[in-house]
């Protein structure tokens, strides 16, 4: 039994969700999800549906097909159907810090995550023995502003050989290249600590620990031209206080994006992340 995901948005008018019920029901698929948002500002219908498809003699690609010409037509729809159990192919770009890397491999290895993961790319070869602890190819493709150009056209040879679906930067410290980004448009995921713009450099703890911040905290969007402006899927945050040290905010800041990234990552996968306006509708 196939199992599909629908993802919808358009402007919301009345009967889409008779519409696409209905349109379930004549393709002899089983509903066994539905949630749908409305932005009334702007108008928007947004709506998730999963179904199990009962008879194996209709095709996904024959479905899309039909709701194209019909539905998508009727309403002006932007849409897609995904099959649920393919799972979608995650490239991680790395540097040098570790912690998110270890953690999403070990989510990967204990089957927490909906995804395959087929390489690995990072600038520095410092991470190569974790990949090879886990058996997931590594490709060391060096990033400087001497060498952008050829960086990124191997980033991108690797990511096309692979049939790589979406990217996560895992503490990957070096900025996205406009072409990249344009080719994986809302599919490059990120994490870095929320004191942004407050406490921009390379040692954002250390300057929150000198403000004597009571809050910390982690945010994970998708990747745009506009240096950590895109569109956020999650974020969370934890307390601290006079009597944390330096080493206590790293440590616990460290945890949060190790979570928060993880979070990011299954709702990518999971395809429940609609983005529009540079934000993001998320489906339980």
């Not at 099959?83 to 192919?89: E, G, S, V």
């Not at 895109?230 to 009597?243: A, F, N, W």
Request: net charge neutral.
């Amino acid at each position: 039994m196939q199992k599909i995901t629908l993802l919808i948005h358009c402007k919301d008018q009345k009967g889409i969700i008779a519409a696409v019920t209905n349109f379930i029901v004549k393709v002899e698929g089983n509903i066994t999800y539905i949630d749908q948002h409305v932005d009334v500002e702007q108008n928007v219908f947004f709506m998730r549906l999963e179904s199990e498809l009962t008879n194996s003699t209709i095709s996904l690609a024959s479905i899309k097909e039909d709701f194209k010409k019909t539905i998508a037509h009727d309403f002006n729809m932007q849409w897609d159907f995904y099959n649920k159990d393919l799972k979608p192919k995650m490239a991680l770009f790395v540097s040098k810090y570790n912690h998110c890397l270890y953690d999403i491999l070990g989510r990967y290895s204990a089957g927490e995550l909906n995804v395959e993961i087929p390489l690995i790319i990072s600038n520095h070869i410092d991470l190569k023995p974790i990949a090879d602890q886990f058996n997931i190819p590594f490709f060391h493709v060096p990033f400087t502003k001497d060498n952008k150009e050829a960086g990124e056209q191997k980033q991108i040879e690797l990511l096309q050989e692979y049939e790589v679906n979406f990217v996560v930067l895992a503490r990957y410290m070096q900025i996205i290249t406009p072409k990249l980004i344009g080719l994986y448009k809302n599919k490059i995921i990120n994490i870095h600590h929320s004191f942004l713009p407050a406490f921009p450099g390379a040692k954002p703890y250390h300057s929150a620990f000198k403000r004597g911040v009571k809050i910390i905290g982690a945010t994970s969007h998708y990747v745009t031209e506009e240096l950590d402006e895109g569109p956020i899927i999650e974020q969370d945050i934890t307390r601290v206080s006079h009597i944390n040290s330096v080493e206590d905010f790293i440590m616990k800041g460290r945890d949060l994006e190790r979570i928060v990234l993880a979070r990011a990552i299954k709702l990518h996968a999971e395809r429940k992340v609609m983005t529009y306006s540079n934000k993001t509708v998320i489906f339980s």
